[in-house]
C-alpha cells in the first residue's frame, strides 16, 4: 500500500497513442477519482477526444517529502520529453501545486508548497508585475489621490500618531540613513530639483543661509500668528510648573549676564522702547476703557447706589467738619465778617436794594425747606441763653 500522508509520483500511459501524463499527489485515489470524472483535467479532455478508456494510475515512487517529489516530478517530466518518444501531456515543467485528491494539508505543507511554487516562478512573477504596473500607473495615481483627499483628516491624525509614538525610532533610523547614505541623498535632491525646475545648483555661503531662515521662520509667524497663539497659551497651561521651575533655575544661574544684557538692550533700544511703550499705554487704556464700560452696564444699578451713599457720607462729613470750624473759629469769622462789612457797607447796602425781591424770595425758600432745621436751633439758641 502506498503512504497516503507522504508524496507521490505517478504516471497515466496510452501506448497505443504514445502518450503520457506524469503527476504529483498525496491522496492517489482521490486524484485517480479526479482524472477521470472532472472535465477540466487533461487526462480526462485526451481520453474523451480520442474516445478511449482513461487507463489506470501507475505509482513510479513513493514515500516521498514534498520537496523531493517536486524535484522528482520535474525530472521525470524532462526524462520523458528529451530520452523517449512520447508525447507528454503535460504543459509545465511540474512542481506546481496541484490537487489534493479531497485531503486537507497541513498549514505546514501548503507553507511549503507555496514557497516551492513561488521560487519556482519568481522570475515570471516579477515580469507580471511590472506589466500591470505600467499599464496601471496612471488610475493607481489617481486613485491614490482621490482617497487622500475624502480622508484627509483621518491621515493627518493617523500620521501624527504614528509620529509621536515612532518619535525616537524615527531619530535613530534618520541618523543612520544619513551617516550611511548622506552624499547619495543630497546628489539625488538634487537632481529632482533640477528636473521639476525648483531649484538650481547653487551653494550658499552660511550667512546667507542663516538669512534665509531667518526670513522664512518670519514670513511663517505672519502667516500663522493666530495659530502660534494658540498653540503657546495651550501648551503654557499644560506645562505651566515645568516653565517656571526651568526659568527659575535660570535666572539664579545666569542672574549677572542677564542684567547686563537686559542694560546693552534699553541702551541700544532706548527709542524703540519708548514707541513701544507709548503704543502698549494705549492699548491698555482702550482695553480698559471696554471693560469699564462692560462693567458699568452690568452693575448699573450696584453703582448708582453706591455713589448715592458717598454723596450722603460727605454731606454729613462736611457739616461735621463745618461745625466744629465755627465753634473752633467763631470769634476770628465774626471780626473778619465785620471788617468786610464795615469796608464794603455802602455796596452791600446797593445790591441789597437792587436784588430785594430776590433775596426775600430765596429766604423764603430756605425757611420753608429748612423750617424744622431752624425751629430746633432756635430751641437750642434759647434754651442755651435763657436767663
Same mark, same amino acid.
Given at each position: 500500500?502506498?503512504?497516503?500522508?507522504?508524496?507521490?509520483?505517478?504516471?497515466?500511459?496510452?501506448?497505443?497513442?504514445?502518450?503520457? $501524463? +506524469?503527476?504529483?499527489?498525496?491522496?492517489?485515489?482521490?486524484?485517480? $477519482?479526479?482524472?477521470?470524472?472532472?472535465?477540466?483535467?487533461?487526462?480526462?479532455?485526451?481520453?474523451?477526444?480520442?474516445?478511449? @478508456?482513461?487507463?489506470?494510475?501507475? +505509482?513510479?515512487?513513493?514515500?516521498?517529502? +514534498? !520537496?523531493?517529489?517536486?524535484?522528482?516530478?520535474?525530472?521525470?517530466?524532462?526524462?520523458?520529453?528529451?530520452?523517449?518518444?512520447?508525447?507528454?501531456?503535460?504543459?509545465?515543467?511540474?512542481?506546481?501545486?496541484?490537487?489534493?485528491?479531497?485531503?486537507?494539508?497541513?498549514?505546514?505543507?501548503?507553507?511549503?508548497?507555496? =514557497?516551492?511554487?513561488?521560487?519556482?516562478?519568481?522570475?515570471?512573477?516579477?515580469?507580471?508585475?511590472?506589466?500591470?504596473?505600467?499599464? /496601471? *500607473?496612471?488610475?493607481?495615481?489617481?486613485?491614490?489621490?482621490? /482617497?487622500?483627499? #475624502?480622508?484627509?483628516?483621518?491621515?493627518?491624525?493617523?500620521?501624527?500618531?504614528?509620529?509621536?509614538?515612532?518619535?525616537?525610532?524615527?531619530?535613530?533610523?534618520?541618523?543612520?540613513?544619513?551617516?550611511?547614505?548622506?552624499?547619495?541623498?543630497?546628489?539625488?535632491?538634487?537632481?529632482? *530639483?533640477?528636473?521639476?525646475?525648483?531649484?538650481?545648483?547653487?551653494?550658499?555661503?552660511?550667512?546667507?543661509?542663516?538669512?534665509?531662515?531667518?526670513?522664512?521662520?518670519?514670513? /511663517?509667524?505672519?502667516?500663522?500668528? @493666530?495659530?502660534?497663539? !494658540?498653540?503657546?497659551?495651550?501648551?503654557?497651561?499644560?506645562?505651566?510648573?515645568?516653565?517656571? !521651575?526651568?526659568?527659575?533655575?535660570?535666572?539664579?544661574?545666569?542672574?549677572?549676564?542677564?542684567?547686563?544684557?537686559?542694560? #546693552?538692550?534699553?541702551?541700544?533700544?532706548?527709542? *524703540?522702547?519708548?514707541?513701544?511703550?507709548?503704543? *502698549?499705554?494705549?492699548? %491698555?487704556?482702550?482695553?480698559?476703557?471696554?471693560?469699564?464700560?462692560?462693567?458699568?452696564?452690568?452693575?448699573?444699578?450696584? +453703582? #448708582?447706589?453706591? &455713589?448715592? &451713599?458717598?454723596? @450722603?457720607?460727605?454731606?454729613?462729613? =462736611?457739616?461735621?467738619?463745618?461745625?466744629?470750624?465755627?465753634? !473752633?473759629?467763631?470769634?476770628?469769622?465774626?471780626?473778619?465778617?465785620?471788617? $468786610? $462789612?464795615?469796608?464794603?457797607?455802602?455796596?452791600?447796602?446797593?445790591?441789597?436794594?437792587?436784588?430785594?425781591?430776590?433775596?426775600?424770595?430765596?429766604?423764603?425758600?430756605?425757611?420753608?425747606?429748612? %423750617?424744622?432745621?431752624?425751629?430746633?436751633?432756635? =430751641?437750642?439758641?434759647?434754651?442755651?441763653?435763657?436767663?
Amino acid at each position: 500500500m502506498v503512504n497516503e500522508k507522504k508524496d507521490n509520483i505517478y504516471i497515466y500511459l496510452w501506448e497505443d497513442l504514445n502518450t503520457i $501524463y +506524469i503527476g504529483r499527489t498525496i491522496n492517489p485515489k482521490g486524484r485517480h $477519482y479526479a482524472h477521470k470524472h472532472r472535465e477540466t483535467e487533461p487526462t480526462y479532455k485526451f481520453s474523451k477526444e480520442h474516445n478511449v @478508456e482513461h487507463p489506470k494510475m501507475i +505509482i513510479i515512487e513513493n514515500d516521498l517529502t +514534498i !520537496e523531493e517529489g517536486v524535484e522528482r516530478e520535474k525530472y521525470w517530466i524532462n526524462e520523458y520529453r528529451e530520452n523517449t518518444f512520447y508525447n507528454v501531456l503535460n504543459k509545465t515543467k511540474g512542481g506546481e501545486i496541484g490537487y489534493s485528491g479531497g485531503t486537507k494539508l497541513t498549514e505546514e505543507e501548503k507553507k511549503q508548497r507555496k =514557497k516551492l511554487w513561488y521560487e519556482e516562478h519568481k522570475d515570471e512573477i516579477n515580469e507580471k508585475r511590472k506589466e500591470y504596473f505600467k499599464k /496601471y *500607473r496612471e488610475t493607481h495615481k489617481e486613485e491614490k489621490r482621490n /482617497y487622500a483627499k #475624502l480622508h484627509e483628516d483621518e491621515i493627518k491624525a493617523y500620521m501624527k500618531e504614528y509620529a509621536e509614538i515612532h518619535k525616537e525610532e524615527k531619530k535613530a533610523y534618520d541618523k543612520k540613513r544619513r551617516e550611511i547614505f548622506g552624499d547619495e541623498i543630497k546628489k539625488r535632491a538634487e537632481k529632482r *530639483r533640477r528636473e521639476k525646475g525648483i531649484m538650481p545648483k547653487i551653494k550658499f555661503s552660511e550667512e546667507e543661509l542663516k538669512k534665509r531662515k531667518i526670513e522664512r521662520a518670519k514670513k /511663517y509667524r505672519e502667516k500663522n500668528k @493666530e495659530k502660534r497663539i !494658540e498653540y503657546d497659551r495651550t501648551y503654557y497651561q499644560e506645562h505651566k510648573k515645568e516653565i517656571k !521651575e526651568k526659568n527659575k533655575k535660570y535666572n539664579e544661574e545666569h542672574r549677572e549676564e542677564l542684567k547686563e544684557y537686559n542694560k #546693552l538692550y534699553r541702551e541700544l533700544n532706548k527709542e *524703540r522702547l519708548k514707541e513701544y511703550d507709548k503704543i *502698549r499705554k494705549k492699548e %491698555k487704556r482702550e482695553k480698559n476703557k471696554e471693560l469699564k464700560k462692560i462693567y458699568y452696564e452690568e452693575h448699573k444699578e450696584e +453703582i #448708582l447706589a453706591q &455713589k448715592e &451713599k458717598l454723596l @450722603e457720607e460727605r454731606k454729613l462729613k =462736611k457739616k461735621e467738619y463745618d461745625k466744629k470750624r465755627r465753634e !473752633e473759629k467763631s470769634e476770628e469769622i465774626k471780626a473778619k465778617k465785620k471788617a $468786610y $462789612y464795615l469796608a464794603n457797607k455802602e455796596k452791600i447796602k446797593e445790591y441789597k436794594e437792587k436784588h430785594k425781591e430776590e433775596i426775600s424770595a430765596k429766604r423764603k425758600e430756605y425757611y420753608n425747606t429748612h %423750617k424744622e432745621e431752624e425751629k430746633a436751633k432756635r =430751641k437750642e439758641y434759647y434754651a442755651a441763653n435763657k436767663k
